[in-house]
């Protein structure tokens, strides 16, 4: 048994971490914006189909979209990679498929974090047979330290160390999305 499942002994209770601002709130909405800014100009003659990925990036999309003043279309897909814990399982499973049909469309997958490259890489090779005419990758954070699988990330956020963050949309143990900040848990 490891460190995380001991705190996890399977019912509701858990002992919370207090979280520490790592990523401030004006700071990701100012990578939003830029973010957005490189998304529009790049998309302004045809708009991509966005694709969300669950649970982790829906706020983090809620906001790009906005900022993007594009008449996008959204989609959704929930894969899990991760348990309980902080360590990537690398398992990768499809929760919810799109129901979309993205033959021929261009795709702008939206990822919270980008660590071992395994996720964003099994998306790609998952969505690849269904034949859009484009996919490219817009991610808030790169955690490059420990990347398995080489990932091209046209539009980064930010790029961090190899620090488990939680808040805007990011858990462990499925707490702490609802924080409007990105933290670090002391
Ligand atoms: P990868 O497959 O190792 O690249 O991991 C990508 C997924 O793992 C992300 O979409 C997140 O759901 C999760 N993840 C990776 N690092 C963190 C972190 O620091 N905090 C919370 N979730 C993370
Ligand atoms: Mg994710």
Request: glycine share 6%; aromatic share 8%.
């Amino acid at each position: 048994m490891n460190a995380d499942e001991a705190l996890w002994p399977g019912d509701r209770w858990m002992p919370l971490r207090t979280p520490k601002v790592f990523i401030a709130r004006d700071c990701i909405h100012a990578a939003v914006c830029r973010l957005a800014e490189e998304i529009r100009r790049d998309y302004r003659a045809a708009p991509p189909l966005v694709l969300c990925t669950l649970k982790g990036s829906f706020m983090f999309l809620a906001d790009l979209v906005r900022a993007l003043d594009l008449p996008v279309e959204i989609a959704f897909v929930r894969l899990s990679s991760y348990g309980s814990g902080t360590v990537s399982r690398g398992q990768i499973e499809v929760v919810h498929d799109l129901r979309e049909d993205i033959r021929g469309r261009d795709i702008l997958i939206i990822e919270d974090i980008i660590d071992s490259g395994r996720t964003i890489g099994f998306l790609h090779a998952y969505l690849a047979p269904r034949a859009p005419a484009s996919m490219r990758v817009c991610a808030l954070l790169d955690k490059p330290q420990h990347r398995h699988v080489p990932v091209i990330i046209d539009y980064c956020g930010f790029t961090i160390p190899d620090v488990f963050v939680v808040g805007y949309g990011l858990d462990w143990n499925e707490q702490y999305r609802h924080l409007p900040d990105i933290c670090i848990l002391e």
